[in-house]
């Protein structure tokens, strides 16, 4: 564990920074959390909609237990106190977008406690692990939303995401940096992503952080802290940490006080801004919703939260290290992303490789053979060059990869087994994204197969050497170098087909 | 015509079924009766043509077999439940043109039992107050007169005070109404008719307006225990769409009511008898004491030491939930909005809230909204949950030495108009017979005991079990087969 | 609890109601008198008491996740003051 160097530095020295942030993410379900209606993105305005949702006279809520469940999996995910005995509060206030006049939330007692992450600060290095911890998770409902620019005096309201459902996740105030803060969003979306219970989509509101930032000298008292609202990527939380750091120090050295307040962030601007409209004094008057009553989970319940959570990116990655003998970097790249470490189980079943995950609570693994080991470790690199180049440059997500696991391991198979030579490989490759089509047929039908056959390799060697008698003579009284030029010529005259290894090695019987 | 009217909801009933009345007849005998007691202000909404489909329906039902539990009886409505395309208020101006596109889950359960609508029923504004002197259509006047000669005006009690008034006066053979802290219980009383407020849980509330959620029941109102217990059936049943519904089997409480109580204790609770309470209260409870000793029933002597905090606690927690569920009433969605020539969306809320809603429903929002606001939610609110669950306990461990509660009703009968108005807390006493057994949700009825020195009526309320309907059924009837209670307002409107 | 003039003024702002300089002087002592009767709580022993979170011992059930609703738009909109375009309209927030 690594303590952060971040500082900024003010006038009168420097200033550490003491970040927490709560993050907003939509539980991924069909219908809202107290009603029916669908909570599918980008639908008419107030189409999805329930009378519950409008809060028409005498409505009542009721839990979608997929919510709930959802919550749970994702404390368990973050090694989290579940709590079975929790409770909905309501949170009084007024605006446009909440109909209820209340949010139905929970305050005094949320469904998941303490809990912690681990974050890497470096990729490639073990030792910049550090621990974030987690405060609480607790289950809300999303409010509906404004639109400011449709008419000249009104604001009109869509109440289509009012009743979504989402979890609070607030960590402690553990981050010292903005690197830090940013590799926390990250890991926790890959979290959340691997369990399923939000698609971590940023662009469309399904994860947003309210970022609490204050500063102090190292080491030295809490100082006042802010709240910055809604900020909705991880490029837009390091900026607003870092200019509301920043602010703060000025502030600070220049007299002032920070004053505990809520904020804004601007995205055009880079800047946070005071929600001065809003600051009168707020008084949720919190209390227990009484049209609900308390949460309690039942052991069944609990036991098939956890036995359905899948291998986690962490345990993934300690896997593939350990028993796979993955590099540390390739083993994070690989498991970051659910939907990569989907694509190279796949590729790893199709090459027949076997890794089983760990026991819970065994911690050691045990390593795949040394045969499995290799083909691992060509897959993924492979994967993490070819695959990862080429979607790259078709502008490709790996979940529309037009080339398939199963076509892959073929094509990693057909090079391993010397069919074709690395060249011949990416040649094929190239096809195959081009037209979708299978490996063994590409390489049969385009005549593409590598050719090891020695008399035939034998007889362009020697046509090579005979048209070439100046550059023989030259290559035998020391001009080592021009080992190359006859390597390409034999390899041009079989139109590449022929495997390098053998051209390599009759060439040097036939020059010595 | 007259006869029609005395018919209650089983004559009814049992009358469509043999043939010996039609539906149609009898709804417009009540359509009739309810345009003549308009003076009573008891409907805001007339629906004749929704009873009358309904009594057609009915009479088509007789001739091909196929009649339900309510074929052919006409119901009043309390205006606090949705019903699909009725103007519906709750009695107050900020839900003025309200017409739901829904109906509550308890009238939609009434009109597929074959019922049919005869209106909507006024009633104190969000179901706020012992007078309906709070609704925004008027105070509903009760039949009654005293028989002092005067004409002083009297409260049919609230809020289901047009409820009350309709069946009293013969407008509607029964009627729906609604008990958070008295409200079925009371009016009952103060009009001479009988209502069952069941326990917590046995009707939905989805559709219905709510006032403070914990506590909020609907249950029936009629001439008679027979006639409450037919309706409470129809109006019960396990709802999905309410959290708080039990999901329970409705029983046959009609079928098996029987006012034998032998082998039932009635416990009497000392702390029930309080100073100031008029004289003849005390007489007409060791009156209904000695109705149902005749009944079987062995009488003892519990107590409920918790019993005056119950009112104070009430007046904590049914204003904090209030102060939340009336939030909705913001002018965005429905309802009346009163916008301001300068000013945003906040001066819309505020000016909407303040013109909308009426002095009592503000009072109760204030003060619900302190004792939840910040650094006093310890000390009021929470600490009113803690002492309600000291109320329940005092219950749960009288239910140790008896089945059921004997107690009056409420401390008075019915009051003039404008009487109690100027001080709320004279005003709110009037439930303090009837809060503890809401903040514990238990079955509660209220059936006519007899008369004070007026002639006006008063009512005994029997408590029971959670869950434990029919026994407060059968000691309620146990007291109306014996009490003689034949009293009946005279016909003025 | 005495109840003042500025304490009405914040409460009723909390609650979104206008109230006019005579209504504030009427309601101060309402309130005041009102409170004032239910501190009496405050004399009940309550250790070891919980709060009351249940009526009636019952559990929570749960919904199944299933979309069963939506699709309603002018039933959603048909009770509104003033609705345009597929919206509720209310009269311009500048945040
Ligand atoms: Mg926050
Ligand atoms: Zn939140």
């Known amino acids: 564990m690594t303590d952060s160097t971040y500082r900024i530095h003010g006038a009168t020295g420097e200033w550490e920074v003491v970040i927490g942030l709560e993050v907003h993410a939509q539980i991924s379900t069909r219908a809202k959390l107290f009603s029916g209606a669908s909570t599918e993105f980008g639908a008419e305005p107030n189409s999805q909609v329930s009378l519950v949702d409008a809060a028409m006279p005498g409505m009542l809520p009721v839990p979608n237990r997929e919510c709930i469940r959802q919550a749970v999996r994702t404390g368990m995910a973050l090694e989290a106190r579940i709590n079975p005995w929790s409770r909905f509060d309501r949170k009084n206030y007024f605006y446009a977008d909440l109909p209820q006049g209340y949010q139905i939330s929970q305050l005094y007692h949320p469904i998941v406690g303490e809990g912690e992450i681990e974050i890497l600060l470096d990729d490639k290095d073990e030792g910049s692990a550090k621990t974030v911890g987690i405060e609480r998770i607790h289950i809300e409902q999303d409010a509906g939303k404004l639109m400011h620019d449709q008419h000249p005096s009104f604001s009109y309201v869509d109440l289509n995401r009012s009743g979504v459902a989402l979890m ?94 809520t904020r804004l962030f601007d995205p055009d601007k880079i800047e946070t801004r005071s929600l001065r409209s809003k600051e009168e004094a707020h008084d949720y008057r919190y209390f227990p919703d009484p049209d609900l009553l308390p949460v309690e989970l039942s052991d069944d319940f609990l036991i098939e939260c956890r036995s359905s959570l899948p291998e986690l990116p962490d345990a993934k990655r300690r896997r593939y290290e350990n028993s796979l003998g993955l590099s ?118 385009r005549g593409l197969k590598q050719t090891s056959d020695t008399g035939a390799i034998e007889k362009v060697i020697a046509e090579v050497l005979a048209a070439n008698p100046d550059k023989v003579a030259e290559y035998r009284s020391g001009k080592d170098k021009l080992f190359g030029f006859f390597v390409g010529q034999t390899m041009r005259a079989m139109a590449g087909k022929g495997n390098p290894q053998v051209i390599n090695d009759l060439l040097k019987k036939a020059l010595a | ?104 889950t308890v009238s939609g359960k009434l009109f597929a039992a074959g019922a049919g609508m005869l209106g909507k029923l006024n009633m104190d504004e969000f179901a706020m107050g012992s007078s309906n002197e709070t609704s925004a259509w008027g105070p509903v006047l009760s039949p009654w007169r005293r028989k002092d000669g005067g004409n002083a005006a009297l409260t049919p009690g609230g809020s289901s005070g047009g409820s009350a008034s309709a069946v009293s006066a013969r407008l509607a053979p029964g009627v729906t109404g609604t008990d958070t802290g008295g409200s079925i219980r009371q009016p009952a009383a103060f ?149 301001p020539e ?114 006006l009526p008063l009512g005994l309320q029997i408590i029971g079990r959670p869950l434990d309907e029919q026994s407060v059924l059968d000691a309620g009837l146990a007291i109306e087969e014996r009490s003689g209670f034949t009293a009946r307002a005279e016909r003025w409107w | 609890m005495s109840v ?42 309550v250790s070891g008491v919980e709060p009351m979170t249940a009526v009636i011992p019952n559990i929570l059930r749960l919904r199944d996740d299933v979309v069963t609703d939506g699709g309603i738009r002018e039933d959603v909109l048909a009770n509104a003051p003033v609705a345009e375009h597929g919206f509720f309209a209310v009269p311009k927030v500048i945040e």
């Open chain 1, 328 to 445: 540390p970097y390739n083993a994070t790249v690989l498991t970051a992303e659910v939907e990569t470490a989907r694509w190279f189980e796949a590729l790893l079943a199709g090459l027949g490789v076997t890794s089983a995950p760990a026991e819970p609570g065994a911690g050691a693994w045990t390593p795949a053979s040394a045969e499995d080991q290799d083909k691992a470790k060509r897959a993924a690199n492979w994967l993490l060059s070819d695959l990862f180049g080429a979607l790259n440059r078709l502008g490709r997500s790996i979940e529309d990869s037009p080339v398939s696991p199963a076509q892959a391991a073929e094509l990693l198979g057909l090079v391993a087994d010397g069919t074709l030579s690395g060249t011949l490989g990416k040649q094929v490759f190239e096809i195959m994204l081009e037209t979708g089509g299978d490996p063994a047929k590409i390489v049969e039908e």
């Open chain 3, 4 to 45: 003042d003039a500025a304490t009405v003024r914040h409460i009723a702002r909390l609650a979104r109601i206008a109230v006019s300089d005579a209504e504030v002087e009427a309601l101060a002592p309402e309130l005041s008198n009102i409170l004032g009767w239910v501190e009496q709580l405050a004399e009940v022993d």
């Open chain 2, 191 to 339: 009009t001479g008719i009988s209502g069952i407020k069941p326990t917590y849980g046995r009707c939905s509330r989805w559709g219905i307006v709510a006032f403070a959620s914990s506590l909020d029941q609907a249950g029936p109102m009629a001439r008679d225990v027979r006639d409450c217990a037919i309706l409470l059936e129809a109006m019960a049943g396990f709802d999905p769409k309410d959290s708080t519904s039990l999901d329970l089997p409705v029983p046959n409480w009609e079928a098996a009511l029987s006012s034998d109580l032998r082998g039932k204790k009635v416990g009497i609770p000392r702390e029930y008898r309080i100073d100031g309470v008029p004289e003849e209260i005390g007489r007409v409870w060791d009156h209904g004491i000695a109705l149902l000793k005749d009944a079987g029933a062995e009488i003892v002597e519990v107590s409920l030491p918790h019993t005056k905090y119950a009112l104070p606690t009430y007046y904590i927690i049914a204003p904090a939930e209030a102060s939340s569920n009336l939030a909705r009433y913001d002018g965005v969605r429905y309802g009346r909005r009163v916008q």
């Open chain 2, 1 to 104: 015509m007259t006869g029609l009217t005395d018919l209650g909801i089983a004559a009814i009933r049992d009358g469509v079924a043999d043939g010996s009345v039609s539906a149609r007849e009898v709804a417009e005998a009540y359509i009739a009766a309810v345009e003549a007691g308009r003076p009573l202000n008891a409907f805001t909404v007339e629906t004749p043509e929704h009873a009358l489909a309904a009594a057609d329906t009915a009479d088509a039902a007789r001739a091909s077999g196929e009649l339900k539990p309510l074929s052919g009886v006409p119901l009043g409505i309390k205006d606090l439940f949705a019903t699909e395309g009725v103007d519906t208020t709750a009695g107050s101006r900020i839900l003025s043109g309200f017409k739901p596109r829904y109906e509550s």
């Open chain 1, 168 to 261: 609070e996740i607030v960590s402690k105030p553990d981050m010292r940096s903005p690197e830090e803060a940013g590799a926390y969003v990250r890991k926790l979306r890959s979290i959340l992503r691997y369990v399923g219970s939000c698609d971590g989509n940023m662009e469309q509101g399904s994860m947003r952080a309210d970022v609490n930032v204050s500063v102090r000298k190292p080491g030295g008292e809490l100082g006042t802290r802010t709240e910055t609202k809604n900020v909705n990527s991880v490029r837009f939380i390091m900026a607003a940490i870092e200019y509301e750091a920043n602010r703060q120090v000025d502030v600070l050295e220049g007299g002032g006080k920070i004053v505990q307040e």
């Open chain 2, 342 to 455: 300068q000013g945003g969306l906040t001066e819309m809320y505020e000016a909407t809230r303040a013109e909308g809603f009426g002095a009592e429903v503000k009072r109760r929002i204030m003060i619900g909204t302190y004792v939840l606001s910040a650094g006093f939610y310890d000390a009021y609110f929470n600490q009113a949950q803690k002492v309600r669950a000291l109320i329940a306990r005092d219950f749960d461990q009288a239910w140790a030495s008896c089945d059921l509660l004997l107690t009056p009703t409420a401390p008075s009968a019915a009051f003039g108009l404008g009487e109690k108005m100027a001080d709320p807390i004279a005003m709110y006493l009037n439930d303090v017979f009837a809060v503890p057994a809401s903040l514990a949700g238990l079955p509660a009825m209220s059936v006519p005991g007899g008369v004070d020195g007026q002639g």
